[in-house]
């Protein structure tokens, strides 16, 4: 509200300083002897007031409710009658001037003026009225200028709103996926270890806490951040064989800088997920760094394990997910890539925080 008020008390100052110069015009023309008086100024005055009137007579009614309503010929025939009669009465005007209130002249101007040849009368009437459509044509130009301004405002805004509905989407799908796929694996470890699940529960009760509160704001601290990661891995590690090597770098603190949340775990869950074997040697790689110019680097790497098309774990929205997250939440201020290499598995991910 605050930054429309702003926005027509501007509009406003730009019509009146613009107005304020036409009415003022002939105190900066005249000097000396040729001084502006007031029955000068009347003479003149008349043409920026007919100006004035055929401007807010568009600006205000006709181009609304004709010109932009497609109603082209009655707008131009409307405004043409406007003029002329404007015309006619600026013309009736400029004569009861000269005739009754102009100052009168020295005998010998007079008479020199009378020995020149008078201008046709139609010169000054089709002077004024083209002065007149010339402001019809600005009063279009601004009036669609504005309509353009605000059409663009309004884009925007229903471009960030719709942008924030599919965020909170993506995040509502996140939340889901997250815990189907935590579940899965406990699920699968209380065959291996009880013991060892009933840890995995409690661990589990904790993170969710950082996903239904923590999640919801925008931007959550990088320490926190980085401990759920490290809890998530612990606690998806727990099921993983001896034949699997699980090398985990990540940075003790994150000097203080924010970051939306749950970026990194579509990744770690990837490879939790495609990088595992229970009967072959498999790894997995994570490693996070802060660098000094706010540059956040994550790379992971692991084993290539595809899943079966009949292994139905997990949604598979993650990656997609991700991308689609990160478009929206730093666009131009990340670079996302994914790559096979022989058994390996790699994505990197940098974002500029």
Known sequence: MPKRINKNVLQIAIHVIGWGIFFTLPFFMYRGEQAITLNRYLGYCFMPLSCLIIFYINYGKLIDCLLFRRKIVQFI??????IILLGILLHSWQNFHRVHLSEPMPENLKALKDALPKPPVLLFISRDILLMGLTVGLSVAIKMTSGWYKTEGEKQELQKAQAEAELQNLKSQLNPHF????????YSLIAINQDKAQYAV????????????????????????????????????LRLSRTTHLDVSIPETGNGA?????????????????????????????????HQDHWLHCLVANSNFPKKDNDRSGSGIGIKNLKRRLELLYPGNFLFSTRTEDDRFIAELNIHL
């Open 77 to 82: 025939l409307t405004n043409l009658l406007f």
């Open 179 to 186: 815990l189907f796929n935590t579940l899965n694996n406990i």
């Open 202 to 237: 409690q661990d589990l009760s904790k993170m969710l806490r950082h996903v239904l509160y923590e999640n919801n704001d925008n931007l959550v601290s990088l320490d926190r951040e980085f401990d759920f990661m490290r809890s998530y891995i612990k606690l998806m590690s």
């Open 258 to 290: 924010m970051i939306a949340p749950l970026l990194f775990i579509p990744l770690i869950e990837n490879a939790f997920k495609h990088g595992v074997s229970n009967t072959q040697d498999s790894f997995i790689h994570i490693q996070l760094e802060l």
